[in-house]
């Protein structure tokens, strides 16, 4: 395997010197799965530990989302209530699809500020678009709602999450050109970008998967961090299921989920 990793000069020339997200540190604290304490709520002082430890490691991106059960409350005590606010930048997402209307999809934007105690978002994102799901970022008018919260200050940035093909990715793309940057679903098991992902690296005005993620905006940079190379290939786990092993040998790679295979 070639080494494919990028200088900063590389990144620099394929980027341009000032790209969204040249500043942030190249890893972010997603805060969607928390530790819980013995009665399953989310350990706070736990969450203040590993908070403080990713930013006395010079790391500075944390990602929250109104539909994360107990994340903004907690980024508020574990983060915002303990650390100077130009310390650090915080993302959270407006997810259409939990709201019944229009009016109550907007109002998720003052609930996250409340319940974060943030002031404003450095980055603020429309979550899980994809499928019919897109459309309703498009009817409900929040594509104008969230360039309007750009515009007071109350959001630093503006972009989206993704969860669908290349083709749709740049079907948004380019009905949006006011997206600052594009945070996309990565698979990490298996180390494989998916086909949405390896496309959108291809895209010069495509952002990054979040501002603290390595993905970049060209196919050279998405390599940096996941090269490409040959998958894992299947083997039957065990001779009873020698009989699935045909088509087990005929996969790209083992999913996960797989009961027949193994790497």
Same mark, same amino acid.
């Given at each position: 395997m070639s080494d494919t990793t990028l200088t900063p000069a590389d990144v620099d020339r394929l980027l341009g010197p000032d790209y969204l997200g040249k500043s942030t540190p190249k890893l972010g604290f997603g805060l969607m799965r928390l530790p819980k304490d013995a009665e399953g709520a989310i350990d706070v002082a736990q969450t203040s530990d590993m908070v403080d430890a990713f930013l006395d490691a010079g790391f500075t991106y944390f990602d929250t989302a109104f539909a994360y059960t107990g994340s903004e409350e907690a980024a508020r005590a574990a983060l915002v209530e303990r650390h100077p606010r130009d310390s650090f930048t915080l993302a959270t997402k407006l997810f259409a699809l939990v709201s019944p209307t229009p009016e109550a999809a907007r109002a998720q934007f003052e609930t996250s500020l409340e319940r974060?105690?943030?002031?404003?978002?450095?980055?603020?994102?429309?979550?899980?678009?994809?499928?019919?799901?897109?459309?309703?970022?498009?009817?409900?008018?929040?594509?104008?709602?969230?360039?309007?919260?750009?515009?007071?200050?109350?959001?630093?940035?503006?972009?989206?999450?993704?969860?669908?093909?290349?083709?749709?990715?740049?079907?948004?793309?380019?009905?949006?050109?006011?997206?600052?940057?594009?945070?996309?679903?990565?698979?990490?098991?298996?180390?494989?970008?998916?086909?949405?992902?390896?496309?959108?690296?291809?895209? $010069? !005005? @495509?952002?990054?998967?979040? +501002?603290?993620?390595?993905?970049?905006?060209? &196919?050279? #940079?998405?390599? =940096?961090?996941? /090269?490409?190379?040959?998958? $894992? !290939? @299947?083997?039957?786990?065990? +001779?009873?299921?020698?009989?699935?092993?045909? &088509?087990? #040998?005929?996969? =790209?790679?083992? /999913?996960a989920s797989s009961r027949c295979c193994r790497a």
């Open positions: 974060s105690g943030a002031g404003y978002f450095d980055y603020y994102l429309l979550h899980n678009l994809g499928g019919p799901r897109t459309q309703r970022y498009e009817d409900w008018g929040l594509w104008d709602f969230a360039r309007d919260l750009r515009e007071r200050g109350l959001i630093r940035h503006l972009g989206f999450s993704m969860h669908s093909d290349a083709d749709e990715l740049d079907a948004v793309l380019t009905a949006h050109p006011e997206a600052e940057f594009v945070q996309l679903q990565v698979n990490t098991p298996t180390g494989r970008a998916p086909r949405s992902s390896r496309a959108a690296c291809g895209r $010069p !005005r @495509c952002a990054t998967a979040s +501002p603290s993620s390595s993905w970049s905006r060209s &196919r050279a #940079a998405c390599s =940096r961090t996941h /090269p490409r190379r040959s998958p $894992p !290939r @299947c083997t039957p786990s065990t +001779p009873t299921r020698a009989r699935r092993a045909g &088509r087990c #040998a005929s996969r =790209r790679a083992c /999913p």
